[in-house]
């Protein structure tokens, strides 16, 4: 009785703080009397004002009394100004919205051109002087997110997924996700900068407050040729190559407030699959700006295969002063359909308070995009109730209060052991599955490989065991955590037990400095990258008896040690002491193929009974950095995270040397480097490209795991990453210890092709070219040219890719398909 009493006084409280703080409020309903969500609310001749809630309730806030007008205006609806004499507050004002009318027979037609297309291209050509009227501004931005789910599963893939927060009823449905955040931007355009500041940040039922409701991320900037949408570019419908990709239809022409002329246009997409907008944009003429947009995408479009459907809607204003018509409310509500979920979310957002003529200083931008002002995520609910343009909903009101007190329960020792009571069982599975047990109260874990995940098979140990026990204990929030784990690995074959440790340990997450120590006796690949992975080669191995990867033995101990400098720098190092032995097989045995012979361990001459090294010990150091120009970052209250600019490349370059050795010949110093990028090409696709190079100071005959390995493929199926591996180059066959370059090319036409032809367009696959070489010293080159269909699946269900692809060498010319999963790009 006492928490019900409890929850009751703390919700009537916050009911009654936002109608004391409210100066204007009242109700927005259409002619059927049904409460119209997110209508635009301000003070005539202003930008500043607010939106109703999804109850189509408001609060203005306004320290004016006397004659006021009040503008309500709704994409689709009829701007309505209402004159008002205020004598006190609060001042309720309710209003009716009627539907607007579009005239079309308001327009000329010319037959030469259809009046959209023309509407259009005056549109294209007026975006730079738009623009600029905006070019420089900062503005207040209030945001508020929102994810109701209906029906949850009970459990995914066996798991249960409990009750989501505390946000379900009895039948499962309810707000699962509930935020909102208050910043202030500065926006310039030339040079481009960018930068916002967190006043507050709330979160339902969590602590530490942090939303990821960014200016930023909601900036669907039509005036671009694209548009950002859900990690997918989108063409603009103002875009400059925008009548290759979108049909046009004048559906009417209406009279704003202002009394200019509005005209709607019908938005059609020229092909289904293209990444395009369906829905509305409306014209002003004479300014050639847009008053507001209504566009819909999908799933398939944005090959997102979560999203059923994406509704962005966009209201703009006009401000005599600038002449700018700035954007002013954006609601983006999307479908999510996936392992049973049946998702509806909401993001809202709503600018104010503009100021097209600020002062900028030398210091107003810098590296730092995004920030926190000091107890941003901790301000109480008086302080929200006074803060938010947007009322909250009875729904969002219950959520807060609720969730809030459900927080203060399930952090107490009390619940966290209940929790972990029951998922800490311990089963028959468990030895052969795994096992973990937590303590979520003292924050430590212990957990346990089982023994059927990591069998494997390769020729040197036969059927091989590797299990592991963790410990792992997370200090703070702020990223300080540790572990310590030991492994067994024992081998059928070769009859060996190999055990190995490792120390694991980060400070923060706002440099991220990490350090690891380990030793043991391990069983590793020549090259320590792991060409070919223990699953496939097992699966290789036990079916088709081929060996493609060959091992050593090294008893070693290691130290490594990496950290962000600062954003955009991070450097890495390492200290390795190890005896390493070579291996041979011990075991001929396979499923199938019993007739096959494996080839022998030795990746130099697989024919060959001899070891590819004499057994030695040695020291390895290494040292390397990485530069990504032109980076930036965001900082959180207890991380930052840096963003690279996709103008600029991402350049590494490393030293590293081996020494300590009896015999000074296996010493060696050795150079690298690598170089990369994505670039947008806007209606063409992208372009990608990975460049290697590095050097050896002198050629000599150094153990062969020392030499440069370019990371090869012999099976059928696709690397796991395109842009660092070869695609059939044979592994082993190119390692050297001399110089070396190498470079990787891929530029993926998404659709700019395939979706012109006839037919074709229906399968909405994507044609990707990728072009590979490598040189080293002494030889002559390795090519691979590849062209291949991306974008293969069914519905929204397309990952998978098909490439054919021809490597030459030396006037040998091999051809092979690949098949694989485009995901792993």
Same mark, same amino acid.
């Given at each position: 009785?006492k928490n019900i009493?409890?929850?009751?006084?703390?919700?009537? #409280?916050?009911t009654?703080?936002?109608?004391?703080t409210?100066?204007i409020?009242g109700?927005?309903?259409?002619?059927n009397?049904?409460?119209?969500?997110?209508?635009?609310?301000?003070?005539q001749n202003?930008l500043?004002g607010?939106?109703?809630n999804?109850? &189509?309730l408001?609060?203005?806030?306004?320290?004016?009394?006397?004659k006021q007008?009040?503008v309500?205006?709704?994409?689709?609806f009829?701007?309505?100004?209402?004159? #008002?004499?205020i004598?006190?507050?609060?001042?309720?004002?309710?209003?009716?919205l009627?539907?607007?009318?579009?005239?079309?027979e $308001?327009?000329?037609?010319?037959?030469?051109?259809?009046?959209?297309?023309g #509407?259009i291209? @005056?549109?294209?050509?007026?975006k730079?002087?738009n623009t600029?009227k905006s070019?420089?501004?900062?503005s207040?931005?209030?945001s508020?997110?929102? %994810? @109701?789910i209906?029906?949850? =599963?009970?459990?995914?893939l066996?798991q249960e997924?409990?009750d989501?927060g505390g946000?379900?009823?009895?039948t499962r449905?309810g707000?699962?996700?509930?935020?909102?955040?208050v910043?202030?931007?500065?926006?310039?355009?030339?040079? @481009?900068?960018?930068?916002?500041?967190?006043?507050?940040?709330?979160v339902?039922?969590?602590?530490?407050?942090?939303?990821?409701?960014r200016?930023?991320?909601v900036?669907?900037?039509l005036?671009?040729?694209?548009?950002?949408v859900?990690?997918?570019?989108?063409?603009?419908p103002?875009s400059?190559?925008?009548?290759?990709y979108?049909?046009?239809?004048l559906?009417?022409?209406f009279y704003d407030k202002?009394?200019?002329?509005?005209?709607?246009?019908?938005?059609?997409?020229?092909?289904e699959n293209d990444?395009?907008?369906g829905?509305?944009i409306?014209?002003?003429?004479d300014?050639?700006?847009?008053?507001?947009?209504d566009?819909?995408?999908?799933?398939e479009q944005?090959?997102?295969p979560?999203?059923?459907v994406?509704? #962005?809607k966009?209201?703009?204003?006009?401000?005599p002063n600038?002449g700018? *018509?700035?954007?002013?409310?954006q609601?983006?509500?999307?479908?999510?359909?996936?392992f049973?979920?049946n998702?509806?979310?909401r /993001?809202?957002?709503?600018?104010?308070? +503009?100021?097209f003529?600020p002062?900028f200083?030398e210091d107003t931008?810098?590296?730092e995009?995004?920030s926190?002002e000091?107890?941003?995520?901790?301000?109480d609910?008086?302080y *929200?109730?006074d803060l938010?343009?947007?009322p909250l909903?009875l729904?969002?009101?219950?959520?807060?209060v609720i969730?809030?007190?459900?927080?203060?329960?399930?952090k107490s020792?009390? +619940?966290?052991?209940?929790?972990d009571n029951?998922?800490?069982?311990?089963?028959l599975?468990?030895p052969i599955?795994?096992?973990?047990y937590?303590?979520?109260?003292?924050?430590?874990s212990?957990?346990?490989d089982?023994?059927l995940?990591?069998?494997? %098979?390769?020729t040197v140990?036969?059927?091989?065991?590797?299990?592991?026990v963790?410990?792992?204990?997370?200090?703070?929030d702020e990223g300080k955590?540790?572990?310590?784990?030991?492994?067994?690995?024992?081998?059928?074959?070769?009859?060996?037990l190999?055990?190995?440790v490792s120390?694991y340990? @980060?400070?923060?997450?706002?440099?991220? =400095?990490r350090?690891?120590?380990s030793? &043991?006796?391990?069983?590793v690949?020549f090259?320590?990258r792991?060409?070919?992975?223990?699953?496939n080669?097992?699966?290789?191995s036990?079916?088709?008896k081929t060996?493609?990867?060959? +091992?050593?033995?090294k008893t070693?101990?290691?130290?490594?040690?990496s950290?962000?400098?600062?954003?955009?720098?991070?450097?890495y190092?390492?200290l390795?002491?190890a005896?390493?032995?070579?291996?041979?097989?011990t075991t001929? +045995?396979?499923f199938?193929?019993?007739?096959?012979t494996f080839?022998?361990?030795? =990746?130099?001459?697989?024919?060959?009974?001899?070891?590819?090294?004499?057994?030695h010990?040695? /020291?390895?150091a290494?040292?390397?950095?990485?530069?990504?120009f032109?980076s930036?970052y965001?900082?959180?209250?207890?991380?930052?995270?840096?963003?690279?600019?996709?103008?600029?490349?991402?350049l590494?370059?490393?030293?590293?040397?081996?020494?300590?050795s009896?015999?000074?010949?296996f010493h060696?110093?050795? %150079?690298?480097?690598?170089?990369?990028q994505?670039v947008?090409?806007?209606?063409?696709?992208?372009?990608?490209?990975n460049a290697?190079?590095?050097a050896?100071l002198?050629?000599?005959?150094?153990?062969?795991?020392d030499?440069?390995h370019p990371l090869a493929?012999?099976?059928?199926?696709a690397?796991?990453?395109r842009?660092?591996?070869?695609?059939i180059? =044979?592994?082993?066959?190119?390692?050297?210890?001399?110089?070396?370059?190498?470079?990787h090319t891929?530029?993926?036409f $998404?659709?700019?092709?395939?979706?012109k032809?006839?037919?074709?367009n229906?399968?909405?696959?994507?044609?990707v070219?990728?072009a590979?070489?490598?040189f080293?010293?002494g030889?002559?080159?390795y090519?691979?040219?590849?062209i291949?269909l991306?974008?293969i699946g *069914?519905g929204?269900?397309?990952?998978?890719?098909l490439?054919?692809?021809?490597?030459? %060498?030396?006037?040998?010319?091999e051809?092979?398909?690949l098949?694989?999963?485009?995901? /792993?790009?």
């Open positions: 009785m009493t409890t929850l009751f006084c703390l919700f009537l #409280i916050s009654l703080c936002s109608s004391i409210a100066q409020k109700k927005v309903v259409d002619k009397n049904q409460p119209l969500p997110f209508v635009s609310v301000y003070l202003s500043s607010t939106t109703t999804d109850n &189509g408001y609060i203005l806030e306004t320290k004016k009394t006397g007008t009040v309500f205006q709704f994409l689709g009829k701007t309505l100004k209402k004159e #008002i004499q004598d006190s507050f609060p001042f309720e004002l309710n209003v009716k009627s539907e607007e009318e579009v005239q079309l $308001e327009v000329t037609v010319n037959s030469n051109e259809n009046p959209a297309n #509407i291209r @005056k549109v294209i050509a007026n730079e002087k600029d070019g420089e501004y900062t207040d931005f209030y508020r997110g929102l %994810f @109701k209906k029906n949850a =599963p009970k459990k995914i066996g997924i409990g989501l946000g379900l009823d009895s449905s707000i699962i996700y509930l935020s909102e955040t910043s202030k931007i500065w926006f310039q355009k030339r040079p @481009k900068n960018f930068k916002e500041v967190i006043v507050a940040s709330k339902s039922g969590q602590d530490n407050g942090i939303s990821f409701n200016a930023q991320d900036n669907f900037n005036y671009k040729n694209l548009v950002p859900a990690d997918a570019n989108i063409f603009s103002i400059n190559y925008t009548f290759s979108y049909k046009f239809k559906e009417g022409t202002n009394g200019k002329l509005i005209s709607k246009i019908k938005l059609i997409p020229r092909r990444r395009v907008f829905g509305y409306y014209v002003v003429e300014d050639w700006a847009i008053y507001g947009a566009l819909t995408i999908n799933g944005i090959n997102n979560a999203i059923d994406l509704h #962005i966009q209201n703009y204003n006009y401000e600038s700018v *018509w700035a954007l002013i409310l609601t983006i509500d999307f479908k999510v359909g996936l049973g979920f998702i509806n979310g /993001f809202s957002a709503s600018y104010s308070n +503009y100021n003529k002062t200083s931008f810098g590296k995009i995004l926190f000091d107890n941003a995520t901790k301000k609910s008086v *929200w109730n938010r343009s947007v909903t729904e969002e009101k219950r959520d807060y969730k809030d007190s459900i927080k203060v329960v399930r020792k009390k +619940y966290l052991d209940s929790i029951k998922s800490n069982k311990f089963t599975l468990s599955l795994g096992y973990s937590n303590n979520s109260y003292e924050k430590w212990v957990s346990y089982g023994l995940t990591k069998t494997q %098979f390769n140990q036969g059927f091989n065991i590797d299990t592991r963790t410990f792992s204990k997370r200090v703070n955590r540790w572990n310590v784990s030991g492994g067994l690995n024992y081998g059928f074959s070769d009859k060996r190999r055990p190995t120390f340990k @980060k400070w923060n997450n706002i440099s991220r =400095p350090l690891s120590i030793g &043991g006796v391990d069983v690949q090259d320590q792991n060409p070919i992975s223990n699953f080669n097992t699966l290789y036990l079916i088709d060996n493609y990867a060959k +091992y050593f033995e070693f101990a290691a130290v490594n040690f950290q962000e400098v600062t954003p955009g720098i991070d450097v190092t390492s390795e002491y005896d390493r032995k070579p291996l041979e097989n001929d +045995y396979s199938f193929s019993r007739r096959k080839e022998t361990n030795n =990746p130099i001459d697989p024919t060959s009974t001899l070891p590819a090294f004499t057994e010990s040695i /020291f390895k290494q040292l390397a950095a990485s530069f990504s032109g930036k965001i900082s959180y209250p207890k991380s930052r995270f840096t963003v690279t600019n996709s103008k600029y490349p991402t590494t370059v490393g030293y590293r040397k081996t020494f300590g009896d015999n000074s010949e060696s110093d050795m %150079f690298f480097s690598r170089l990369q994505n947008s090409l806007g209606n063409i696709g992208t372009f990608d490209y290697r190079a590095g050896f002198e050629q000599k005959n150094i153990p062969f795991m030499f440069y493929n012999e099976i059928d199926l690397p796991a990453n842009l660092s591996s070869f695609n180059m =044979p592994y082993y066959a190119f390692s050297t210890n001399d110089s070396y370059a190498e470079i891929q530029h993926n $998404e659709g700019f092709i395939l979706n032809i006839p037919l074709l229906k399968l909405n696959f994507h044609t070219i990728g590979k070489s490598y080293s010293g030889r002559k080159p090519t691979e040219y590849s291949g991306d974008n *069914w929204k269900w397309r990952f998978l890719r490439d054919f692809v021809q490597s030459n %060498f030396n006037g040998q010319k051809n092979r398909l098949f694989g999963i485009s995901l /792993f790009d």
